[in-house]
Every structure is written in C-alpha cells, then in structure tokens.
C-alpha cells in the first residue's frame, strides 16, 4: 500500500509515539522511510537585534542532529530500510516540501495538545496545517488514553 513513507520526529514524546507508529506501518508495507528532523529557526531569530543566535542556532542544530541519528538507529534497529533529513523552516511547509520530492505516499506526525491561549499566540498545529499543504496522507499519531481537551485545559479562569 505505502511505498514511502516520511515520519516527521523531533524527539519528543509525541514524536517518539509518530516513530513507533510509523515504524509499524513501515514494516508491515516493507516501505522504504525518511526520518525527518525539522529546525524552526524562527523563535531565535525573532529574539530580537543584539543577541548573538549563533550559538543557540548551533545548539539546536546539533541537538536535533543527535535526536534525528537517535531516531535512524532505531529503524535500522527495527530492520528498516532508512534515510535521515534534517531541514531548516516552518514545519508543516518543509514536511510537504520533503513529502513531495521523495515521493511520500504517507507522512507520519505526532500530536500536541495545546491549549486554546497556545493555539492562539502559535497559530494552528504542524498537523492540522500539513492536512492543508501534504501531497499524500498524513497520519497523526495521538497517545492512547490522551485527554482530548476543549481548548480550556491548564488555562487561568481570571
């Protein structure tokens, strides 16, 4: 059925509930896949002039290095066969821009709740954008036993 598949991972917990599901369909299609770790360089730039983002960039660009040659090791763990990516952008838009020049027929996401301040101040979720912009299907991984919340969950009343 699948023949490709990209799983989005940051290393996350909901990123490590993606991998295992991905990794499940992966296997049982015999689906080649591309673990792909998406820096969003955005919130240090937008820190504002006279800070040096250098090292924070550098950072992350070797913590998400680290998690994304994490993630390879456990699919070649698993007996797949596996290519490791990491971009730079907004995620939901290099999810699909990688999606489309691999060939994806599936992409594999995690899910976050957030709360409805959360939604507001980032704006919709990388899932719920992807829906909008992925040339293939996207599964969305979401935790058993997850409390789906109206919007409401961890915010003051005042």
Not at 54 to 73: K, M, S, T
Not at 96 to 123: F, K, T
Not at 147 to 156: K, L, S, Y
């Amino acid at each position: 059925m699948y023949r490709m598949i990209l799983l989005a991972y940051d290393g996350s917990r909901e990123g490590r509930l993606a991998l295992r599901e991905g990794a499940e369909v992966a296997a049982a299609c015999r689906a080649k896949t591309c673990l792909l770790a998406v820096l969003d360089l955005a919130p240090e730039i937008a820190l504002g002039e006279g800070f040096d983002a250098g090292h924070a960039v550098d950072r992350d660009i070797a913590r998400y290095r680290e998690v994304l040659e994490q993630g390879v090791e456990r699919l070649r763990n698993r007996g797949l066969a596996v290519e490791g990516r990491m971009v730079q952008g907004q995620p939901s838009e290099r999810i699909a821009d990688v999606a489309r020049e691999i060939g994806a027929d599936l992409v594999v996401v995690g899910h976050r709740n957030r709360s409805r301040l959360a939604r507001w101040w980032q704006g919709a979720s990388v899932s719920a954008s992807l829906l909008e912009q992925a040339p293939c299907s996207v599964l969305v991984a979401i935790a058993p036993g997850e409390p789906q919340t109206d919007g409401n969950a961890g915010e003051n009343p005042a």
